[in-house]
């Protein structure tokens, strides 16, 4: 994959929430195999929050009308 795609890439998914983004592979039909980390509020004693990260794999395509499909490990 091209760098300036890859950046793209990551730069989309920084918008929506993911972190330390990995690509994995390509794959067939344009789609991309990623692995990045979503943090997710936890809240503990006196009404803090603290944030902890959530492994996902994901399977995202470079077209711009499909589908996202998440699933979480």
């Given at each position: 994959m091209p760098r300036i795609k890859e950046q793209?890439?990551?730069a989309e998914l920084a918008k929506r929430g993911f972190e330390s983004v990995s690509i994995k592979r390509?794959?067939?039909g344009g789609r991309i195999q990623v692995e990045a980390n979503k943090l997710y509020p936890v809240h503990v004693e006196a009404g803090e929050s603290i944030y902890a990260p959530v492994s996902v794999?994901?399977?995202v395509s470079s077209r711009s009308r499909?589908?996202?499909?998440?699933?979480?490990?």
């Amino acid at each position: 994959m091209p760098r300036i795609k890859e950046q793209v890439l990551k730069a989309e998914l920084a918008k929506r929430g993911f972190e330390s983004v990995s690509i994995k592979r390509e794959l067939p039909g344009g789609r991309i195999q990623v692995e990045a980390n979503k943090l997710y509020p936890v809240h503990v004693e006196a009404g803090e929050s603290i944030y902890a990260p959530v492994s996902v794999s994901a399977v995202v395509s470079s077209r711009s009308r499909a589908t996202r499909r998440l699933r979480l490990r």
